[in-house]
Structures are given as C-alpha cells and as structure tokens.
C-alpha cells in the first residue's frame, strides 16, 4: 500500500502547469485581437502579460494572425522583441504568456500628456490644423518639451535592433506604433504585436496595403504599391521618434488622402521626373492633380513635424531623421545603416547593446539622471543671474531715488518681471516641472545628483 501511496504524494505536490499557474491581476487592454492580462506566476512569483487570442466562431482552427506571430516570435528571438514564454492551448482558448512590461509607449506618452495640458493642446491642435497652411507660415505654437534627448536615443536605438533583427530574418513588422512598443522602468524597449507581419520573399508578391496605422503608413504605400519592403518599418520608426522628441504626432490624418497631403506638405511633393523618386507617376493612387508643395527647407521640415530648436535635436539627429523619412523607399535608410550613423557612433551606444540587465539598468538610470542634472544646472545658473539682476536694478531704484527724490517703484518693479518671466519661459520639466524655492535648495539638489551620476 506504501508503494502505491508514493506516485500519489508525487503527483499532488507537482507544480501546476498550464493556465493554473498564473493568476489574472488585472486587464491591460481590450482589441481585435482579444485581451492581454496582467498575471502572476504562482510557481515563480514573477509578472507575466497574458495575451489571450480571440478565437472567429464561424472559423475553424487558429486564427492566421496568431499563427503567424507565434511562429515569427519564435523565429526572430531577440531581447528588444517581445519574448514568448509559453503557448497555453486549455478550454477552448489559446493564451500567449509574455514577459511583463510595464506600459506601452503610447500610454507613457499619454501620462505626460495628461501631466502636461500645453502637450495636449499641442497635438490636438496638429490634427485639427488644416493641410492648406504650410507650415513655415502657421504661427509657432507654445514649447512642448518632448522625452528627454537621451532617452529618446536610447529608444530609437533599443528599435533599430529589435527591427534590423527582423529583416535579417527576412520578416518585416509592418505596425511600428507607440502602441506596440513596450518599456519598462530599467529603460529597456521591446517590440510586440507581430500579428501583421510576413515574411520577405523573392521576388515580393503582391501584398495587402492595408497594414500600418494610419498615422505612422509610409507614402509608398498610401500610393498604393503592392510591392514594398522593410522602408515601410523604418519610416514608422522616423514618426515615433519625431513624436517622442514633440509629443505630437508628425502625420495625424483623418484619412488615406489627408495623411498622404501631410506628409507631401512637410517633406515637399514628389515630381515624377526628378531623381526624388523616378516612377511614383506609375503608383496605383498618384495623381497628376496632387498640390505642388516644394520641399521646405531644414528649418521647415523640422518645424513641419512639431520639433523646435529647443528640443535639442543636433546635426546628426536631423540627419538621420531625414533619412527616415525619405519619400523614395529606395533612398529610405535602412536599420543597419541606421545603427551605424553618427548620431549613435559618436555616443558609443553599440555598448547598449552588450549590456547586461543589470547595466542596462544603471545606463538607463543615469541618462535620466543626466538629463535632469544639467536641467537643474541650467535653472541653477539662472536663477543666480536673476538674483543679481534683482540685485542691480534694487541699487539702480535705491541710486535713482536718492538722486530724483521720486518713487520710480512701478517702473523698475516692471522690469524685475520681466526679468523673472524670462527665468519661466525657459524652464525644463520633462515629467512635470520641479521648480526650486531657492539658490541654495537648488545647488544642494544638483550637488546629489551629480554625487549620484558619478557612482
């Protein structure tokens, strides 16, 4: 009896397996696709995101979309795509498990948004302003600061990997959106979402355009070519990084026609027999009666994508942005390429790449705390300006009444707020803005976090 008794005892201190070892927590969202739920592992303890596929009634089998991303998903292992733990198929559902992100960057986009009514306001008005105003005659709306300028690096270069994996595998996305970009609070990004993508063949047949949102679908295929490459996900990836930099989506269309007539208006209108993009007259949905927009200058294209001077965007920045989003999916820069430009090299950031979870965390701290510390040094720096311009005009007024015998107070009162408004115009605050009450509290902050940078 025992012996028998033994297997029994074994098999109920196993661990539970399948969908009994995870415990919902939370939904997390809600589409066509079906629902992704927060959980927890019972067995390991961890966080896990629960992806569970919707399955057609009137269908048999496993919807193709599903198929197709458990298959690309175990082809294209990479730590900035969205890793697969496990495919539970239990009760007539397929469940996905995922490791666990925090929030997508649409979400931490919109968090800044709702911290932020200028930001709001900023990309409100971008979609409603009409396609008949060029840019540079649009009168130049309130600074928005966007993400800060090394976190944004970090994040295209986090992309780049993640999508120049793929096309090395021979897949393209074709969904690149703030939506399907996962981060996490150690700085790290991920690509998700893989239902819309394919696989390259050669020759390229014919392929639906009906892919990409909206916002973020490059010309060629607004133009209606059936054949297109991996230009399509790096044009994506110029729009998300535009965004991050403004906080305002570069091309918010209401419709095919109105997002094509954007991005012609920033970028200029192609001409069918210039070098620009020799054929895009034999496109499906070219048009000879398209508006002619010539092609802005530097100045405009950036201010035609919401980005100012004051964002912080360098030459080589500027550059590989304009590479992005080249009309010509010919002349479009590609990921390697992308990987290998100056506004990476010159920061070293083929480090990040190597980099432990561990140092990847630290790097991602340390950015961020960069960023703050030289905000806090420029508001350090000019507050001491402004308490001595306070200072000089005190002694002006004091001089001049003695010497007048007048109360010139208002005048000179006048000038101080000028002085001090000037001081706020310029103030940094990337997740909200954190102003100190004086010069002392203000050095004695910056003086920890550079003892903080430096360890």
Not at 38 to 45: L, S
Not at 182 to 201: F, K, N, V
Request: proline letters at 7%; aromatic letters at 6%.
């Amino acid at each position: 009896m025992a012996g028998a008794s033994a297997p029994v005892q074994a098999s109920s201190s196993a661990p539970p397996s399948g969908l009994g070892r995870y415990v919902k927590l939370e939904k997390l969202g809600e589409g066509n696709y079906g629902c992704v739920y927060k959980a927890r592992d019972i067995v390991t303890g961890q966080l896990v995101a629960l992806k569970k596929i919707k399955l057609d009634e009137e269908d048999d089998g496993v919807p193709s979309t599903a198929l197709r991303e458990v298959a690309l998903l175990l082809d294209c292992q990479h730590k900035h795509i969205a890793k697969l733990e496990q495919v539970i198929m239990e009760r007539g559902q397929i469940y996905l498990v995922f490791e666990y992100m925090d929030l997508d960057l649409r979400r931490y986009l919109d968090n800044i948004h709702a911290a932020n009514p200028a930001a709001a306001a900023a990309a409100a008005a971008a979609a409603s302003a009409s396609i008949a105003i060029v840019p540079s005659h649009a009168p130049l709306p309130p600074f928005v600061p966007g993400l800060p300028m090394p976190l944004v690096k970090s994040y295209v270069y986090q992309i780049l990997l993640g999508v120049e994996h793929m096309h090395s595998r021979r897949h393209l996305h074709r969904d690149l959106k703030p939506q399907n970009l996962l981060i996490d609070r150690r700085g790290r990004m991920q690509i998700a979402d893989l239902g819309l993508a394919r696989a390259i063949a050669m020759p390229m047949p014919p392929v639906t355009h009906e892919v990409a949102t909206l916002w973020y679908r490059p010309p060629e295929i607004l133009l209606g070519s059936k054949p297109y490459s991996s230009p399509v996900d790096i044009w994506a990836i110029g729009t998300i990084m535009a965004e991050m930099i403004s906080l305002t989506p570069s091309f918010p269309g209401d419709s095919e026609i109105d997002t094509l007539f954007r991005i012609f208006r920033a970028r200029g209108t192609p001409v069918p027999d210039d070098s620009c993009w020799p054929g895009v007259d034999a496109l499906p949905d070219w048009h000879a009666t398209f508006p002619k927009w010539s092609r802005p200058s530097t100045e405009g294209r950036l201010r035609a994508l919401h980005i100012r001077p004051e964002h912080g965007l360098d030459a080589d920045g500027i550059d590989l942005l304009d590479q992005m989003l080249e009309l010509n999916p010919a002349r479009r820069i590609s990921a390697r390429r992308a990987l290998q430009h100056a506004w990476f090299t010159k920061d070293n950031m083929h480090n990040l790449s190597l980099a432990s979870d561990s140092d990847l965390k630290s790097q991602a701290e340390k950015v961020a705390i960069h960023a703050t510390l030289q905000a806090k040094k420029k508001r350090a720096e000019k507050l001491k300006k402004t308490q001595e311009a306070k200072r000089l005009a005190k002694q002006q007024q004091q001089q001049k009444q003695h010497a007048n015998g007048m109360d010139d107070g208002e005048e000179e009162e006048e000038e101080l707020d000028e002085v001090e408004g000037e001081d706020e115009d310029e103030g940094f605050h990337p997740g909200g803005d954190i102003r100190m009450q004086d010069d002392d509290e203000e050095l004695m902050q910056a003086a920890a976090d550079n003892d903080l940078l430096s360890q």
